[in-house]
């Protein structure tokens, strides 16, 4: 598996794209391997797509294209824009919550961070931020995206690892919302230096909150009916998609009304693309799932590690370099789809919760789009605002440490993760 390894990262270096590099490295394993037929090949490239519970991702895709574009996200930024108005950097505080508010809608950082660059960034230009910071801002806070529910993440880990989904859901909402009090605390700080001023002298009023709480509150119940709905066995995760792509219709025809054919036509449009690109990257990295599990390469790893240490903590501050590292070369959902099955062995082993394990390996793993060489959201910030991605990350230092500061808390504190699921499924 070290060559297929190699192989894999020298085709990425290539510029190859990642679901033809996975592709290419796999079958070179069967080649080398000739006691294996070739034709499991096959088998695994279908296989991998044969799962109830994976459907759940073209559904919650397609759902959350849909809230983009049936004024969900309009809704929103009112929302934040009155609850941050009166902080410093009041622009770049709106992209923090509603970073945090589109995890119920999205599930995507990366999307959520092109959506939010668009649509912040030359209001940021105006009022005098620099390209580089408000890059970096709107970059680093659409990874809250990625762990408020729904988590296309976490749906790819449980699916892999065989964790309850709907624990993976509940577990990320406290992190989320600390990591929300993180970044909002670092913009302020980092504005305060700047001079990035408050638009308004004073908080909200209380009727100005509920004002807007009321606009938006179709949004914001969305990941709570999922929750609730898993929970009492209403639908399971694959059945809560498809639940999300109707209520998304029905808010977007009925309530907002603001989906129309066009753009029930564009939505469409642009879920096959997304949705073909992940599944295309799922389908052929069963290849070399297969090869892990022929190696034996879970069972190597977990030797090699438990001979560094068996404490669960060191354990995890050991992984989780390697987990950032990975992300710095390879794509988010691909780590996902190949350390999962990996990892998730070895820390059970020393008595790590999966949920807790799963929520901080999501995190981490999603980091890894706005870090150079190859984060995904790094170049397409960096891009919409003109600036140079060595500028991005200069300006990315106080959301990386806050970023960290979370990371090292929800390792100490293992309850950050698992007080809601405990709390919700027993």
């Not at 820390?347 to 799963?358: A, E």
């Amino acid at each position: 598996m070290l060559l297929v390894l190699i192989i894999f990262l020298i085709l990425l270096a290539f510029g190859m794209p990642v679901a033809f590099a996975i592709g290419v490295s796999g079958v070179t394993f069967f080649l080398m391997t000739p006691e294996i037929p070739f034709s499991i090949v096959v088998q695994r490239v279908i296989t991998s797509t044969q799962s109830f519970t994976l459907l759940a991702i073209p559904l919650f895709i397609f759902a959350g294209n849909l809230m983009n574009n049936t004024g969900i996200t309009k809704k929103l930024i009112k929302l934040s824009d009155v609850l941050t108005g009166h902080m410093y950097g009041n622009i770049a505080q709106i992209s923090v919550v509603l970073s945090t508010l589109m995890g119920g809608v999205s599930g995507s950082s990366t999307a959520d961070a092109a959506m939010e660059t668009r649509i912040l960034g030359p209001e940021m230009l105006k009022k005098g931020y620099s390209r580089g910071y408000s890059a970096a801002v709107n970059g680093w806070t659409s990874l809250i995206t990625s762990t408020i529910p729904p988590s296309m993440g976490f749906v790819i880990y449980g699916s892999i690892g065989e964790v309850s989904i709907g624990r993976l859901f509940a577990g990320g909402i406290v992190p989320g919302f600390l990591m929300m009090a993180a970044l909002m605390t670092a913009v302020s700080i980092s504005a305060k230096k700047r001079g990035y001023m408050p638009a308004k002298e004073k908080p909200p009023s209380l009727r100005e909150v509920l004002i807007a709480l009321k606009e938006s509150i179709w949004a914001l119940i969305f990941p709570i009916i999922l929750i609730v709905g898993i929970r009492f066995g209403v639908f399971t995760p694959s059945e809560a998609g498809a639940f999300a792509a109707v209520y998304a219709i029905f808010v977007g025809t009925f309530i907002y009304k603001e989906l129309t054919w066009e753009t029930f036509k564009k939505t469409l449009r642009d879920s096959a693309m997304d949705i073909g690109a992940i599944m295309l990257i799922i389908a052929l990295s069963g290849i070399i799932g297969y090869g892990i599990v022929y190696d034996g390469v879970s069972q190597k790893l977990a030797a090699l590690l438990l001979g560094i240490t068996s404490n669960p903590t060191i354990l995890l501050f050991i992984i989780i370099g390697f987990l950032i590292l990975a992300g710095m070369f390879i794509e988010t959902t691909v780590v996902a789809l190949l350390l999962t099955p990996i990892l998730l062995p070895v820390v059970t082993r020393v008595g790590i919760d999966p949920v807790h394990f799963g929520v901080i390996m999501m995190t981490n793993v999603t980091m890894g789009i706005m870090t150079p060489p190859l984060g995904v959201a790094l170049y397409t910030v960096s891009s919409l605002m003109e600036c140079p991605p060595e500028e991005t990350v200069k300006e990315s230092i106080p959301f990386f440490i806050a970023y960290v500061i979370i990371e090292a808390l929800l390792i100490f504190f293992p309850q950050l993760v698992l007080f809601i699921p405990n709390l919700i499924f027993g």
